[in-house]
Structures are given as structure tokens and as C-alpha cells.
């Protein structure tokens, strides 16, 4: 029979999938015997099971009675009853955590009889009365669906009369009034009263929470997050204790060091007289730990110690909900807690130089990904800038963009190309829309423990909050700074999440400091020292080599600084554009084969000199050129273009020979699949003189670096071949050209010759292949393309919103290789061309080379390198460290 129900006392941390995470670090901490109010977890499983059928596992009811009547046993009171009532919380917790998705219920247990109880034995009617007001409008909102407008209405309607902005001020009279108007709301608007049975009330809250698993904005995130859709939520029924009891209560959030930063040094917030939700909610201001301490000094140090425990014990940071009661802590919540791409690198290096982990578990505590958003710009230190507001920087990074204040039209502008900041007073989970499309969040209340905060961090965008200077008016889509300005819609500002500065207009940007770093420049940043630590540590791990794509002497320069060990891929055809259009036009125009040598004639020096400058560069290492690989249609005007400036001209009565000849080339190599078309090996089959000019360049440049006393590598690279005989037909070319060369120059070059892999006959063909080539490179981007039969151009924009949307992959396989289907040409190929040829060298240099889930792949299958931009070459250097350990 399945288990549906565990004590906190019969789990532990690694049982996540199972009990959520909530759940299983509810039950850590019980058995670490922290002050954890008691209570059960309903597991995921059961979740599962009423998703699938509609309704509850027919074990589960009994299940929950048992331990609840364990739960009764242990607090000595039963749930709602009328003289002394125990009151329990109802809480989602999913696996992987999903900040403020998901629903949960509080006070459960409260009825028009057990709020006297709660009230004589506490001795505190308005405690009792707000508790109660609480649980309607929860429940209202979250159980029986009811907007919660209803209720905020009530409740603002309500200050207004009694003349106060806040809640405190409303006396036991007063919030008995607002449990009236809520009860009526909720018959009126539910169309049904306000369930007065506590274990009714519990099970519709459990249902609630199960329900919440397919919300529209769990599902976003979800996606978004790339988290897995069929895991379904645990509900957690823990005994309620009380921040809302006064001033000697309270509750709060915190971290066992700075989430944004990565600083040792505990922080947080916390609120006194509040239950937890009103502290993330950002609706009063929380104050400091260190203000706790004044407050209650006891709860204050019992509370660091119990962080410093927590923090040794998980060997991470941790973050963790509590809440005082009349003076008692207890413990409502832990994990190992988010933090900034910044924090992670430095928390990680941290905690091997204290000793809590080595240098392998470090490198596993961070990612690519994270050091990818290292790398973006920050604001250029030395730019004039106008301050409006400072709040606090709660995820970093430099974003400029129009001010937009709701999430509609955060998604509209930004559909239509438009860089938003999303403007709020704080965002609920409902603002997530616009959160994911805007370059900033910038908001006037909350901490850094608000939704804002954490969910920007989580998405690695920018986040300044609880700017206080800012007086946000959402309807009017303006905010006002104390001192005067008002910046409406539409108005271009800059946040900082770095310093959490607010600036007017449009601050530049400059590169940031691990960038700074790879480019060999002192930086003093505790961060930058993590990311170089981290990084030697990975370089001294990992068995693939990291090359770079480069087309230019400057590109392939950086990429060495970034600690490339080579050149993967240097696509030939983007040195054909700008002025040398023209000579490419000549050649493709050419009446005769000698007019085609005069245009190759006018090529070779300007592709030697190129070869020259980038094997300088690389000297010493590997440089694969790729012979070009475009169909030449590429390099002539546009059809509609040539006619228009055509007609002009002859209006004006001076029609050129040439443009006829280009019209009719552009005719000529018309093609309805150009992607499928005269491109690659094919244009050397065809055009034998274009290669073979390339070769020679190619060669010529080696030699002239020979000469010069440099140590150049070149590898020649035959594009989109097929079938073994294309490669076999035009290596003998480029053999017969290397011959000449050496003839003429008197340098004995090393060479090699090979081909991409880009084609599925290709890889499965590749024994043969092998035969002829010295090297593969899989070009994983047409391989895709090739594979699934989409075209790479066009296939985005046109249907992959869909194909994400109904899950066929979660992810494009043209950003993350998809292995099972293109990654099993790839294993074959590689397979099939090492038998061959056991000292076939192996690379990738499509887009997947700096994919960090592909490297890991690629390293799995036994490639020798892979090749990427050259800003992705520190990420790709981490990733390949991190596949080793
Ligand atoms: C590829 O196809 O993966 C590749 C690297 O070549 P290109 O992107 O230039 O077609
Ligand atoms: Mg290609």
C-alpha cells in the first residue's frame, strides 16, 4: 500500500522528490531537533495521483486522520476546537522551488466558535479576530477562487473610515466588522458560506494547493525555469504559530550569508506583529537582524546559532523563514537558498577556503550559465549620470530601458523590440509575464527577500527593490522622486543592481570585471577572485580542449586572452563582405575562365593577408579554416533591389552592362532551398578555381609565417560534405595546390586536411569519410537543421513558440543539443570514424559548443574539443571542468 503521509519526524533532505522541498527540510530540521512546530507532509505522489483522477487517493482521507490525531496528541488540542482550538497551516512545496506560485492557507481551524477559544486562551481578542479575518480572506482568495480585490477593497474601505493607512491601528471592533463583510463576501461571490467544519476547511485548502500545481503563472515559471511539469506539489500541515501576538512577536526571512553579494555575515528581515506572508509581500517595511537583536536579544542569538548549524550542516548557504511567538522562536522553513551568479561563484570559493567543501563540490556549486551573466556589462563607472533613487541591489547587472508600469505593456513593447524595466510598488507572482520580459525590475517596497527580488535572481535579471525614494502611481503609469521629478511610461531610465542605483535616461555601459579579468586587467572585486579560482580548478580538470570561432585577427587575439586553445571554426565568407563584394561579384559575373582567374587573381592577397594576421595570432595553435561554404547568391544584391536601381538607370538613360549581368546571375543561381543548394563542398566541385585560391591563401599565409619565425597550424576544412568521394576530389586539389606552394616558397608546411560533419549521410557514413579526413568538426548547427528538417532562419519566429509550448522539446534543439535524436549521429559518426582512423581528431563548432548542457555531451562521447564564440570560451572552459568532476 503506498504511504501518502509522513511525519516531519520520518523524512529528510533527500527526499525532495517525494515530500518537496519544504517537506524535506521541515523534516532535517525536526531531526536535528530545531524548533520546528509539529506537523505532516502529503506527499507529491498523491498530488500525482488526484491531477490524474480528480480526486483524492481513496487512502488519503484516513491517512491524514491519523496523523492528525498524532498531531492532536502532541499539542494537546484538536483541531478547531470551540475552547482551546489547534490551528494548522496548509503549505504547497513542490520539489524545486517556485516562489509565491503556488497556494497556501493559514489559521485553518478558526470558525465562528473556536475564535472565542483562541481568544480566552490567549487572552487577546484582536489576535484572534485578525487571525480569523486572515484565514477568510486566504481561504476566499485561494480556496474558493475569489479575486483578491474583494477583500483588499473591504480592507482599504475600512482604514479609510477609520482614518489610517495601517492595519494595526484597526481595533478587535474593527476587524469583527471586516470578518462579517468577509464572510458575506465570500457567500455572495462564492456562492456558498464560509465552510464553519475545521476539517472541511482543511481538506478544500489541501485540494486548493494540489489544484495550484497547473495555475497559468505555475505553469509559466515552470517552463521558464525548465522545470519538469508532471512533478506535482507535497502539501505541508504543520501546527500554527503566531507573529501576529503582539509586539513580542513577529516574523522574518534570512540568509546564512548575503544572497546578492555572496558576503559572509547573516542577513535578513523581519517584521514584528506580523504573520509570514506580510514580510515577502513587501506591505510595511521590515527591519534588520541586527535590529532584532535589540528587540529580543534571546530569539536573536537562538536564531544565529540555529543559521550557523543549519549552514554546517548543509555545507551551503541557507535561507530560512521563522517566526517569534510571545518571544519563542520556531523554525518554519529552509533551504539552500538562491543567490546571484556573483554569490555563487563567491560563497563556493569561500567555503573551501573554510574548509566545508573541496574544490570539486565547488565547481559542481556553480555553472556556465551563472558565469555567462558574470560576464554582461555593467555601467560605465567613469559616465556622467543623473541619481534619482537608491534601493537595494537585489540582482545584479546593468539594464536600460523604457519605464513601463504593469505587464501588459511590459510584453506588448517588448514583442514589438522594446528594452522595459517593469516599474512596481512590489510585483505578486501575477507580474511574472512582464518580469520575463523586461532587461530590469525596479521596485519601491520589499527587501531582498521580497518576490521581486528572489524571482529576479532566479531569471538572472537585473533587480533594484524597496527603492523608498519613489512614489509609484501604477495607475497613472508615472512614479515620483521625493525631490520632484516624475518619470512617466515611456520615459528611458537605468538601474543598477549591482549598487541598486536609479538613474535617469540612458547610462553606458562598460565591460564587467570577470571580463576585465580574462582580458588580463587587475581587478579588485572578492568575486573575481572566486571565478578565478574556480576557473584554474576547472582548466586543471577537464579533458576537452576549448577552441574558439574567429574570422578575424582581433576575434581570435581575445578569444586567446579568454583562454581558447585554438581556432575551431574560421568562417571564410565573412571576409568576402563590405568592399570585397565586389570582387566576389566579378568572379560569379565572369564570362570566361579567364575572367574568373582575374577576380580569384584580385581575391588571393587580400585572403592571404587575412590567414597572415590570424595564424600571427594563434601562433602555436591549431587554426581550422573553413573553405567557404555559403551559396554565392549570398554575396549578390537583392533581386527586387537590382531591378529598382535597374529601372532608375535606365530612365536616366545610362542602363550598365554590369548590372545586366548581375540580374542575370541573380537569376542564374536563383534556388528554392538555397540551404540545400550549390553550397559548401559542392561550390568547390563546381567552381574548382575558388577553393583552390582559398588553399593556396591559406598556404601561402603558413609559409610566410614560417619565414617570419612564427609557428603556424593550419587545418583546411572542406564544408557540407556528403559522400567521401567530394572530399576525396577536392583534397586532391588542395594536395596538388600544397605541392605548388611548397615548390615555389621552399617551406616544408604541416598540414592537415578535413571536414565537417553536417550532414546525417555524413555521419553515418563516416567510416568511409575517415578514410580521407585527417580531422571531423560536427557543424551541429546545419547537422540539426539537416536532422529535423528545420530551417535554421526561419523555423524560430515561425513555430517553435508552439512546439515549446506543447512540450515536444523543452528547449530549441538549435540553442541545446538535442542528444537523443542529433546527438546519436554524433556518437555514431564519432564511433564509426575512430575505427577507421583510431587518431581522427574530433571537434564541434556549431552553436552547441557553448551550450553548457551539450558540452557535457560532447565530452560524454569523447570529442577532443569543443570550439564556440570567444565570449563563450571562460563559460565553455568551466563547463568542460565541471563534466570532469
Ligand atoms: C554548423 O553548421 O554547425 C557550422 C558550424 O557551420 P555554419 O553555422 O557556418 O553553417
Ligand atoms: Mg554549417
Redesign the pocket.
Known sequence: MTTYVYDFAQGNKDQKDLLGGKGANLAEMTNLGLPVPPGFTITTEACRAFLEHGSEPGDLAAEVSKHLARLEEAMGRRLGDPTDPLLVSVRSGAKHSMPGMMDTVLNIGLNDESVHGLASQSDDERFAMDSYRRLLQMFGATVLGIEDEVFSTELDELKRRKDTTADLDLDVDDLRELVSAFKKAIEEHAGRPFPQDPREQMDLAVRAVFDSWNTPRAVLYRRQEQIAEDGGTAVNIQAMVFGNRGMTSGSGVAFTRDPASGAQGVYGDYLQNAQGEDVVAGIRNTVSLADLGEIDQKSHDELLGIMQTLEEHYRDMCDIEFTIELGKLWMLQTRVGKRTPEAAFRIAADMVGEGLIDLDEALGRVNGAQLAQLMFPRFDESAERTLLARGMNASPGAAVGKAVFDWATAVEWADRGEDVILVRKETSPDDLHGMVVAKGILTSRGGKTSHAAVVARGMGRTCVCGAEALDVDVREARFTVRDGKTIHEGDVISIDGTTGEVFDGAVPVAASHVVQYFEGQQVDDPAVSAVARLMEHADSKRRLLVRT?ADTAEDAARARRFGAQGIG?C?T?HMFLGERRELVENLIVADDEAGQRKALDALLPLQRQDFIEILEAMDGLPVTI?LI??PLHEFLPDFTELSVAMALADTRGHRKKRQRKLLEAVRRLHEQNPMLGLRGVRLGIVIPGLFTMQARAILEAAAARVRDGGDPHPEIMI?LVASVRELEIVKQRIVDVAREVRDETGVDLSFSIGT?I?LPRAALTADKIAAAAEFF?????????MTWGFSRDDVEAAFFGAYLDQGIFPVSPFESLDTEGVGSLVRTAAARGREARPDLHLGI????GGDPASIHFFDEVGLDYVSCSPFRVPVARLEAGRSSV
Not at 777 to 785: A, E, K, P, V, Y
Open positions: 570561432n571554426l568562417r565568407e573553413r561554404d555559403p564544408p565537417m553536417e568538426s560536427f557543424g551541429t548547427n546545419d547537422l540539426t537543421q563548432c556549431g552553436e552547441h
